[in-house]
Every structure is written in C-alpha cells, then in structure tokens.
C-alpha cells in the first residue's frame, strides 16, 4: 500500500480538576502541496462533550464518533511541516490505546477528500505499560486434547493415535454425518490430515456408531478400545459432537504427541450444561463477508456451541436486504464522507457499504443449520435506528429527543417513534420478510440504550401517552414493544431482547427471552419477574472488552478489565436462588465491532474467551481446570 498522503498522530493528556483529560494532535503533511483552508475528520469511541474546547484549532461539528476539526483561519500547511492542536473536554478519560483516533481524512478547499494515516493513542507524562501475556503456559492433568471438557471423562491409557478413525457398517444419514464433521475439520484445519474414514485403512481403527433411546438431544458416549471405537448416540446433534469429540482427541494427539494422547480404554460420557450457548456478533459497526461470518459458525460448531445471534441493524448501518425497502441496503448500509450516514468507527476518505442479500441469508442459515446452530437475527428497535430513519424519514414527526451531547453513544434522535403508525406497517413487512428467512424460534428485536427523554417532545407521543396513560420514555417503549410482540405472536415467532425490554413495564414474560447484559444482577431481577433469560454480562462476556490495565493492550473498558481467566472462570449462575435456575436458559458471548478493524485485532480480542465462554456453556463447573484450558486454547482455530 502507498505512502498516505496525510498522517495524524494523537495522545492523551490529563488536565488538572478534570479527569477526562483531552486529546492532543499532530498533523504531517507528507502530500507535496501546501494546503490551506482545510479540515480534519477524526472518528474516536472517545467524543467530546458540548464543553468541548480546542487550542489552535475550530471545532467545527460532531456526529456520534465523527468529529470536525479546522486549523486557524489564515494558516497554510507547507509541504513537510506540521500542525499541532488540541482538543478537551471529553465524555470520559481514555485508559488505552486504542481510545483514540481510529481513523481519519483531510477534507482540502475544493472538496475532495483525502486519505490519513492514523497510529495508536500515545499517553503523555506517564508510564505506557506494555501488554501482558494472557494466558500462563498451561498444564494438563489428563493427556487429552478437549474442549470444551465433556461432563465425565473416565479414560485409561492413552497410545500412538490411529491413522484415522475407519467406520464400521453405518447408515446413509450416518455416514453423512461423518461427512460433515470431516468437512467441518477440513475448513478449520487446511494442512491438517482428515481424522476419519469411510473405508479401512491401514493403521486406522474401527468406528462403530450406534443409536439408542436411552440418549436424548445432544447427549452422546464414546467407549475406547485398543481396536475400536464406539459411539452411542439418541439424535443427529448428538452424533455430531460425538464424532466432534473424536475428531479433537485426535487432532490433539497429532499436534503435540508428546502432551496430548488417543484413549485405547475407558468412556466418556457428556451432555451439555446449558440449553443456550451462544455467540452474538455485530455486523453493523463493521461488516463482515459472508465467507468470514461462515467460518465464524464453523468455529462455534467445533466448541459445541449451538446459538448464532447475528446483529444485523444499528445506528451505524442496515445489514440485511429487505426487498421492500431497498433503500435500507444502499443508502442505510453506506457510509462516507458524502453520504447521509458520515463516517464512524474506523471509515476515513473513501465511503463503505455492505449488506446480506437474502439468498445470503438462506446460505448461511441453512450452513448452521447443518452444523446444529441455530441463528436469530436482531433488528435493533426502538432505539439504534439512526441508519433507518436516515432512509425513511416519515417514521418521525421532527420530535426533540436527547441532542447529540446526552444521547446513547452520541446519536441524536436514533429512536422509531411508537406514536407513528407507519413505524408498524414497516416492521411488519420487515417481519414477513425476515420469517420467510429464518426459521427460528425467537426474533431478537434489541430494545436496549434508547435514550431517556426521547419522544417525550414529540406531539404525537404526548398524545398518544395521554390517551393510553402512559409514563415517560420507558412507558412509551413499553407500549411498543408490547405490540411488536404482538406481531411476533402472529407470526410464529417468540421475543428476544436485551433486558431494557422490562423498563416501563415491559412485555408479556410467556416465552420471552431477554439478555441480561449491563451486570450480572440484572439476570436474577429479570428471573424474579418471570422472564427466561440468557446471561451475558459486559463483565464476562463482552469479547471487545480489554484483557488487561495495560496502557498497550487494545480493547474497550466501559465494563472492566475482562482477562481470559475471568471470562473462563465467571460462573453465570451466581447468585441465583434455587427456584429461579429453571429460568436461566444459558449463556452466551458478545462480539461488539465498534473497535475490530481488522482480523488480527478480531483475533486478538476473540480468542481464547470465546473457547472460555464455550467451555463455560458446556463444562459443569466441577471439571473445569484453568491450566488445563491455558494449554489448550492456544491451538484453536481463529477466524
């Protein structure tokens, strides 16, 4: 890639009384031309306030992380030289390296837009602590390459790994499923030998499956012999992490002989411990390929986790087509200097879009299907829509909401109006779009951050709270999620939703899922009240949360420092009573994108918490073994 012609450096300084502290810049002008009357865009997790000031510089305009910047009127940038500023009065202090400037342009006099290189977040007069390593090396008690770790593991000996594991006399749909697992293997593991065969082979040992009643769901049990291997299973999921298992134990063995063995005796015998073990993943702040999404379901298939939560919609961009409105893709899922949507999270010069066709969809849901993954996708409504109301418009009367100062994450007015009809004539469509592509249990519908005071302004809000006697934001975002359920109901489908969808009085509590993610105690009020909930606190499971108070290690920090040991040893259960376990159906990840701007930083942030969090959904708390997990978790496959 060629030189830029523009670099930006930044740092963070504290200032005295206030601790946010303030941004301090320098800009290089490295394109051979003096430039003069221009402006500088920099988008930043960390914004300013509406008691932003600046020193040698204007500020010109916020929109949510983009921010505007001019140099003093008259000042001419020459060719090699530089101009430093600053800017304080920020919404919270930065504590790492990567609370800075995550992209930025050069806007010149005439217009046009030019490219800026950007560098991590420097810290002034202080230490900048390097990163830590995050995981010990590791030990293993058990010789064994597992994870997550089944529910019982009784095994001898371990010896020389079998060339492959050859099935005996199987079904059609059986020998499918071996099929699939070995593809599965195949995709993670390129240069890896295939773990099973068909056929014999020479050196390899017999696999005989068997199906039983007693074994029910995802139940399954392997016996280890010297010449053979058997796998009792009750359903197709079942067999699946059976031959899962199998292929694992074997690809340890050939990884690392020395640490890691093939049973010849003993049993394992396992179950998972939760219903609901997922992963979320946010495809609006930054937009994955379908290839990428694809491969991140494999991944979740190979740890035996059965929940794709896919976050098609927010503030930022509207991911999946919606054929009536196709608007949503275009102009909603682009971002730029020039389009309605202005740069964010990482976007400088040249404007970005990207979005799921509906024959996309049905490719990836039937790929996890296959797998024994199921995928809910979440529209997030009533707040995050600053993308849809950027394409229809008459889903607001002009009410006053928040501004831009005291809103969630700085979007002003990014909240569906429950007072506008048309506001359900367009979700219904969207609905019926959306069960035709999903066949899943539950729609997941958000409902989280919508900021208090919106609508409270708005005429026809205040007319309709008067004549259904309802109060402020949280009543009014009762109302609408109550029929938003409503239309679910009518359509064959369940809500899911953040825990914000309790506020005001909530919804209906018969089959609704919520997500309890702000703090752990969230899930035991939302048991308490009747509702089935998830766990999936910042705390624990946030994936975009820092691994450690290193100045130098990336992340975000709103919920914590959330090291791997932390997410692997975090029991979700906590301090639920007795009587509302039942309620608490599983747990799951989230893979907020706001910071991930390439795979390596994905990869970084992702693993291994992803594989703590599988083990944590799976694993009874009784066998979990942190060392064993260190040393094992490293060799996982990554995006």
């Known amino acids: 890639m060629a030189n830029l012609p523009f670099a930006l450096e930044n740092s963070w ?17 490295m394109s051979g031309t003096e430039i003069s009357d221009f402006r500088v865009v920099f988008t930043s997790l960390t914004r300013v306030t509406s008691k932003v000031t600046c020193e040698n510089a204007v500020f010109l305009r916020r929109n949510a992380n983009f921010h505007e910047v001019s140099p003093p009127a008259g000042f001419k940038l020459t060719p090699g030289a530089s101009w430093s500023f600053k800017v304080d009065g920020l919404h919270r202090p930065a504590r790492h ?24 977040l420097m810290l002034e007069g202080a230490h900048s602590e390097p990163a830590h390593p995050l995981l010990p090396e590791g030990k293993v008690e058990a010789p ?13 000996e371990g010896a020389a790994y079998p060339v492959a594991l050859c099935l005996a006399e199987a079904t059609a749909a059986e020998k499918e499923a071996v099929q699939k697992v070995q593809s599965l293997y ?3 593991f390129e240069a890896a030998h295939v773990p099973f065969s068909l056929s014999p082979v020479h050196e390899g040992r017999e696999l005989s499956l068997s199906q039983t009643e ?26 699946q992490y059976g031959l899962t298992t199998l292929a694992q134990l074997l690809h340890g063995a050939r990884l690392d002989s020395k640490t890691f063995l093939f049973p010849v005796s003993g049993t394992i015998e396992d179950a998972p411990r939760y219903d609901w073990r997922g992963c979320h993943l946010d495809v609006s702040r930054q937009f994955y390929p379908l290839a990428d ?10 740890f035996k986790m059965n929940i794709f939560h896919w976050h098609l919609t927010d503030d930022e961009a509207w991911r999946l087509e919606i054929k009536a409105y196709p608007e949503l893709t275009t102009v909603g899922a682009t971002r730029g200097p020039d389009e309605i949507l202005l740069p964010q999270l990482g976007n400088g010069a040249e404007p970005v879009s990207g979005f799921y066709s509906q024959e996309d969809v049905k490719a990836l849901v039937a790929h996890a299907m296959s797998l024994n993954v199921e995928v809910v996708p979440e529209v997030d409504i009533p707040g995050h829509s600053t993308a849809t109301l950027a394409v229809l418009k008459p889903l607001s009367d002009g009410q006053e909401a928040p501004d831009s100062y005291h809103s969630v994450q700085g979007y002003p007015n990014n909240a569906l109006n429950p007072a506008i009809e048309e506001t359900y004539d367009f979700l219904a469509t969207v609905f019926d779009e959306m069960v035709e592509l999903f066949p899943c249990r539950y729609l997941h519908i958000g409902g989280d951050e919508v900021a208090d005071g919106s ?35 009518e359509r064959g489908k369940l809500l899911a939703g953040w825990d914000e969808v309790s506020h005001g009085g909530g919804v209906s509590t018969e089959g609704t899922l919520l997500m309890a993610w702000q703090k752990p105690e969230v899930g035991i009020e939302l048991a308490r009240g009747g509702y089935d909930v998830v766990m999936t606190p910042g705390q624990a499971y946030y994936l975009d949360m820092v691994q450690s108070e290193a100045w130098q290690e990336p992340g975000a920090s709103w919920a914590g420092t959330v090291p791997p040991e932390h ?34 930083y994905f990869n970084h942030l992702v693993f291994p918490r992803l594989c703590a969090v599988a083990e944590a959904a799976w694993s009874p708390k009784s066998v979990k073994d942190w060392q064993r997990f260190a040393a094992i978790a490293p060799h996982s496959p990554k995006l």
């Not at 800075?100 to 046009?112: F, R």
């Not at 390459?145 to 009784?154: E, V």
């Not at 010297?226 to 009792?232: I, Y």
């Not at 509302?580 to 706001?594: P, T, Y």
Request: glycine residues 12%; proline residues 4%.
């Open 214 to 239: 007693s074994l029910t769901g995802p139940a399954y049990k392997l016996t280890f012999g010297a010449d053979k291997v058997t796998l009792s299973y009750g359903t197709e999921a079942g067999l």
């Open 567 to 600: 997410s692997y040893g975090y029991e979700a259960e906590g301090d639920f009573p007795d009587d509302l376990r039942a309620r608490m159906k599983g747990i799951q990840a989230c893979i907020w994108s706001e910071h991930f701007l390439s795979r390596g």
């Open 293 to 302: 999404v694809s491969r991140l379901v494999d991944i979740l298939a190979w």
């Open 13 to 29: 300084h504290a200032i005295e009384g206030d601790l946010t502290g303030g941004f301090s810049f320098v800009l290089h002008n």
């Open 186 to 188: 195949q995709r993670l």
């Open 97 to 120: 390296r990567t609370d800075g400037a995550k992209s930025a342009y050069v806007t010149l006099a005439d217009g046009t837009h030019k490219p800026c290189a950007v560098g991590d």
């Open 455 to 489: 609508w409270l302004a708005s005429p026809r809000a205040k007319d309709l709270m008067q004549k259904e006697g309802l109060e402020g934001t949280f009543g009014l975002q009762s109302y609408f999620m109550k029929r938003i359920q409503d239309m679910l109901k």
């Open 144 to 156: 064994y390459f597992l994870l997550p770790w089944p529910k019982s593991a009784a095994l001898g």
